[in-house]
């Protein structure tokens, strides 16, 4: 089970941070994940860590501003969201079991998610 947490309404060059919570498995063992989804449209993958925790992968949107982040301790992830604009409303979806691959993260049918976590950008 992941339990999220954060996320709200800011102003342009804001930010937000998110933050999920699992239990019932070791984070520590499995890449995780941060997607975003508006309604009608696919979930898109905004960043991906590995247990090892490197690389990091960022979308091309993202990268730069958003930082991914790990405490296999308190088996949380964390999404830290600076400089954000209004393309980077969404709802946000923390995921476990995730794939890199060639610097791309992908989800799979065993992927487990947490509640989205609604970010909004607005002036």
């Known amino acids: 089970q992941l339990v999220k947490s954060g996320g709200g309404s800011v102003q342009p060059g804001g930010s937000l941070s998110l933050s999920c919570v699992a239990s019932?498995?070791?984070?520590?063992?499995?890449?995780v994940g941060w997607f975003r989804q508006d309604p009608g449209k696919e979930r898109m993958p905004v960043a991906c860590?590995?247990?090892?925790?490197?690389?990091?992968n960022y979308a091309v949107s993202v990268k730069g501003r958003f930082t991914i982040s790990r405490d296999n301790a308190k088996n949380t992830m964390y999404l830290q969201l600076d400089s954000l604009k209004p393309e980077d409303t969404s709802n946000y979806y923390c995921?476990?079991?995730?794939?890199?691959?060639?610097?791309?993260?992908?989800?799979?049918?065993?992927?487990?998610w947490g509640q989205g976590s609604r970010v909004t950008v607005t002036s």
């Open positions: 860590l590995t247990p090892a925790g490197s690389p990091e």
């Open positions: 995921a476990v079991g995730v794939s890199t691959i060639k610097g791309g993260c992908f989800f799979r049918q065993d992927t487990t």
């Open positions: 019932g498995f070791s984070l520590g063992d499995y890449t």
